[in-house]
Antibody, heavy 121, light 110 residues
Framework: QVQLQESGPGLVKPSQTLSLTCTVSGDSITSGSYYWSWIRQHPGKGLEWIAYIYYSGSTYYNPSLKSRVTISVDTSKDQFSLKLSSVTAADTAVYYC?????????????WGQGTLVTVSS | QSALTQPASVSGSPGQSITISCTGTSSDVGGYNHVSWYQQHPGKAPKFIIYEVNYRPSGVSNRFSGSKSGNTASLTISGLQAEDEADYYCSSYTSSATLVFGGGTKLTVL
């Protein structure tokens, strides 16, 4: 059973960089059929796709966030990470990591439990 | 990229059927069969219930079904049950190799 677990600070100051890591277990991050993705959900709002990455390092970003987002992968640890720079209160959200299965219709088939990140001084 | 358009809310009585629409463009929903649907209960992570427009993953009730016509995909839930009360989201692959979600629909079982 694939499991994903987000980790990182729950509180970030405005203008700083938000950094989160997702640890994958039950499968290798180098499995060729999958991408690995970050998604966020503002309080009481809908889902917003942020980025996805292949184990080889190929990356794809939401155009609205691209200038501030970096996604990276560490295959030796079965982890992938998110960095979001110059954060403001508008970046307060629950951040999810998820597996993106391109061979099954580009579906997010496994999700982490989510981690709330609050941007506040 | 703009979010896909979903109704903010729908409701139905137990045993009835409801349909949630998800409207995009020819660059996303209309251009690919890569439409998925997710169910999210309060405080929980989303769970995928439909992929590739109309395929159900193992373990998902056959009361859930999907379809697509042009730029609009739809999720139908038949035989409504109290446990179906949740938020539902669609997603689609796009011509820019990105993903986009719908704004979400709150289902109330009366």
């Amino acid at each position: 059973q694939v499991q994903l677990q987000e980790s990182g600070p729950g509180l970030v100051k405005p203008s700083q960089t938000l950094s989160l890591t997702c640890t994958v277990s039950g499968d290798s991050i180098t499995s060729g059929s999958y991408y690995w993705s970050w998604i966020r959900q503002h309080p009481g709002k809908g889902l917003e796709w942020i980025a996805y990455i292949y184990y080889s390092g190929s990356t794809y970003y939401n155009p609205s966030l691209k200038s501030r987002v970096t996604i990276s992968v560490d295959t030796s640890k079965d982890q992938f990470s998110l960095k979001l720079s110059s954060v403001t209160a508008a970046d307060t959200a629950v951040y999810y990591c998820a597996r993106l299965t391109w061979s099954a219709g580009w579906t997010f088939d496994y999700w982490g439990q989510g981690t709330l990140v609050t941007v506040s001084s | 990229q703009s979010a896909l358009t979903q109704p903010a809310s729908v409701s139905g009585s137990p045993g009835q059927s409801i349909t949630i629409s998800c409207t995009g463009t020819s660059s996303d929903v209309g251009g690919y069969n890569h439409v998925s649907w997710y169910q999210q209960h309060p405080g929980k992570a989303p769970k995928f219930i439909i992929y590739e427009v109309n395929y159900r993953p193992s373990g998902v009730s056959n009361r859930f079904s999907g379809s697509k016509s042009g730029n609009t995909a739809s999720l139908t839930i038949s035989g409504l049950q109290a446990e179906d009360e949740a938020d539902y989201y669609c997603s689609s692959y796009t011509s820019s190799a990105t993903l986009v979600f719908g704004g979400g629909t709150k289902l109330t079982v009366l």
